[in-house]
């Protein structure tokens, strides 16, 4: 059973960074491919980021390009998400999540984790 953990949300001021993380704290995630999606207040969940297995493929919503980037610890076992240029609009809980498949497009995941708040302050 995948058991996912977050760490590192919290509260940052407009124009600030932040970065959060995920990790299995029972097994290795080398073998899936991870990803980050958020939900704010009264809005639906929307996908945010993914990365595959080995790291070398990964998609953005269009909302973060440029701005946040994923990526996977040296043994693959974490994935972070660091987040630049934040601003009001990315309050959301940010929720880590994990599938043995991975796609550029429409990916939905099995497995997630219970989220992390984050709280950009204007």
């Known amino acids: 059973q995948v058991q996912l953990v977050e760490s590192g949300g919290g509260l940052v001021q407009a124009g600030g960074s932040l970065r959060v993380s995920c990790a299995d704290s029972?097994?290795?995630?080398?073998?899936?491919?991870m990803g980050w999606f958020r939900q704010a207040p009264g809005k639906e969940r929307e996908f945010v980021a993914a990365i595959s297995q080995s790291g070398g493929g990964t998609s953005y919503a269009d909302s973060v390009k440029g701005r946040f980037t994923i990526s996977r610890g040296n043994a693959k076992n974490t994935v972070h998400l660091q987040m630049n240029s934040l601003k009001p609009d990315d309050t959301a809980v940010y929720y880590c999540?994990?599938?043995?498949?991975?796609?550029?497009?429409?990916?939905?995941?099995?497995?997630w984790g219970q989220g992390t708040q984050v709280i950009v302050s204007s």
């Open positions: 999540a994990a599938d043995r498949s991975y796609t550029n497009t429409n990916w939905r995941p099995e497995y």
């Open positions: 029972g097994r290795t995630l080398i073998t899936y491919a």
